[in-house]
């Protein structure tokens, strides 16, 4: 393994098991999810096919809501005993402390997202198993962008005192076209159809995807060194 | 190992650092001695390429830190007054972690004898927020043993210390400069951290009032010079 992925690597061995330990993220955003999940009844009613049909909409909005909650805590554990300036002092491409963050949030709203799909299938008497193929690539494409794009305005916002309100700001208007192209997919995926016929919204969601991780690659030192 | 040339540095309109210069040489070390405010902190963070200072040239290791800091940084230890801990990582793991993100060898073997140079194998499992403000700062130091650094750069590094942990740090400072390194300890006490020291500085008004050799220097004549420069006997501190 070369020195960049073990560096990679060890970001991402250090997340997991500080979060296992903790349980600073997972806890909020599985309940959070939960939460959403029985409010959606609630509020949609009886109708199944109203929720599914509304059912697309409601995933990203899960996912979302419960991705500020968790992607705007990637970098705060970074501040406690100036761990953020030891990250500095490493020798070596920064990118890879990137890329572990990437990687460590993706497997953070994977568990989500898996635990929503799976509760929505029993809830919602939804079908999500029979499609699962072409739903796990809209969920994963979609997932893959928003936290490309968290984990950048995360470090970006780490050090700012005001970093609740900043982060929001700054990560819902970058990911509205990722969240349109993910909803279209999603919605695809769940009535059956091909994700061939929602082609342009697949190229647009991985073209996004490629442009967020590699602006999150080259920035991510200078975002450090700020 | 390293060579600063007036260094200045400003915060908006406060000049914290005007015209430093000092010189550190393999297997020698100097106390950077100064009131809290001094700017001893900022000279260090300056000297670790944490921060660019406002003019002035700056060599560690025969690199230019001011152009190349990345390719510094290889040599530069450091010990702040954070102690880049994560709290729910046992020591063993912050070891690993520090270790591979420094690029060295992290074989537990090698990971366990660094834990026994700081007195720490007993507790390597145990995590980090368990720890005592003396075993976080032993645990730093391992982290700094296990890199490449030839530059050892410490803020108030008796802090939190013990007599014995005091003895331990000024006896591994000893040590690091019998290996040809050098170090920088900045303290705003001189009742700690001259043992070790070959040289002494006093930091006062953001310059170098004082840069002597330690052996020309008695207690007496130490503290009288600085309490001269800093309006303050010392020990208080």
Request: charged share 20%.
């Amino acid at each position: 393994m070369s020195a960049y992925a073990r560096r990679a690597w060890i970001v991402l061995w250090k997340d997991l098991l500080t979060e296992r330990r903790s349980k600073d993220s997972l806890n909020a955003l599985l309940f959070f999810s939960l939460l959403l999940l029985f409010l959606f009844e609630f509020a949609l009613g009886p109708d199944r096919e109203r929720i599914r049909a509304a059912l697309p909409g409601l995933f990203w909005l899960g996912f979302i809501l419960a991705g500020l909650l968790g992607l705007g805590r990637t970098f705060v554990v970074e501040r406690e005993n100036d761990c953020w300036e030891g990250l500095r002092l490493t020798p070596g491409d920064k990118s890879a402390v990137y890329l572990g963050k990437l990687a460590g949030n993706l497997v953070l709203m994977a568990a989500v997202e898996v635990v929503l799909l799976a509760l929505s299938s029993l809830l919602y008497d939804v079908p999500v198993f029979a499609v699962a193929g072409p739903l796990a690539v809209a969920l994963a494409l979609g997932t893959l962008g928003v936290a490309a794009v968290g984990t950048l305005f995360g470090a970006l916002t780490a050090q700012v005192r005001a970093r609740e309100v900043l982060f929001p700001v700054l990560l819902l208007p970058a990911i509205v076209p990722l969240l349109l192209a993910a909803v279209s997919l999603t919605r695809a995926a769940l009535a059956g159809e091909p994700l061939r016929e929602a082609g342009a919204w697949l190229e647009l969601l991985a073209a996004a995807d490629v442009v967020y991780v590699v602006v999150g690659l080259l920035t991510f030192e200078f975002i450090l060194d700020a | 190992m390293i060579s600063a040339r007036l260094l200045r540095r400003s915060f908006g309109r406060a000049c914290v650092l005007e015209d430093v210069s000092l010189e550190v040489g393999a297997g020698s070390c100097l106390a950077l001695l100064g009131p809290n405010g001094a700017g001893k902190t900022t000279l260090l963070r300056i000297l670790a390429t944490l921060l660019r200072p406002s003019s002035g040239q700056l060599t560690v290791a025969g690199v230019d830190a001011l152009r190349e800091p990345a390719l510094a940084r290889v040599a530069i230890g450091v010990v702040a007054h954070g102690s880049y801990l994560y709290e729910e990582l046992s020591a063993l793991e912050n070891l690993r972690f520090w270790t591979v993100m420094h690029g060295g060898d992290a074989s537990p073997a090698r990971l366990r004898a660094a834990l026994v140079q700081v007195e720490l194998d007993g507790s390597a499992s145990e995590r980090v927020r368990t720890f005592s403000a003396g075993m976080k700062r032993r645990l730093a130091l391992a982290r700094v043993v296990l890199g490449s650094a030839r530059v050892l750069l410490l803020d108030e590094p008796f802090t939190g210390l013990d007599q014995q942990g005091r003895k331990w740090l000024n006896d591994f400072l000893i040590a690091f400069k019998a290996g040809g390194g050098a170090v920088v300890v900045a303290t705003h006490s001189f009742a700690t951290g001259l043992d070790a020291a070959d040289r002494l500085a006093i930091l006062a008004g953001g310059r170098i009032a004082v840069d002597r050799p330690c052996a020309n220097l008695s207690w007496e004549e130490i503290r009288r010079l600085y309490a001269s420069l800093t309006d303050g006997d010392g020990s208080l501190a």
